[in-house]
């Protein structure tokens, strides 16, 4: 059963900015506060791979071509958790999923159906 939905994805022009929200309506609150949430991106042809989490504490951690430019913030009264990007490129491309991570960094749930991203003129 899918536990976290994806939203917000769109078309946006190059530089732009999305905000994407992962929201965990099945879930209750003393379950979701803790989690490691992930995002992951899976360009056109490629695999899917994970650009950032962050903590129940709100640590976050970003691979380096997204850094500077994606913000995770999490709301856990709300069981959500935003991912602002921000300076889109064409490389960011993609649907984007959340979900939450294992203890031993591997995805937790089964996936959603995700959002997509397209950055394009």
């Known amino acids: 059963q899918v536990q976290l939905v994806e939203s917000g994805g769109g078309l946006v022009q190059p530089g732009g900015s999305l905000r994407l929200s992962c929201k965990a309506p099945?879930?209750?609150?003393?379950?979701?506060?803790?989690?490691?949430i992930g995002w992951y991106r899976q360009a056109p042809g490629k695999e899917r791979e994970l650009v950032a989490t962050i903590s129940g504490r709100t640590t976050s951690n970003y691979v380096d071509s997204v850094k500077g430019r994606f913000t995770l913030s999490r709301d856990n009264s709300r069981k959500t958790v935003h991912l602002q990007m921000s300076s889109l490129n064409a490389g960011d491309t993609g649907v984007y999923y959340c979900?939450?991570?294992?203890?031993?960094?591997?995805?937790?749930?089964?996936w959603g159906q995700g959002t997509q991203v397209t950055v394009s003129s």
């Open positions: 979900n939450a991570l294992s203890d031993t960094n591997q995805p937790k749930y089964s």
């Open positions: 099945r879930m209750i609150f003393s379950v979701f506060s803790p989690l490691v």
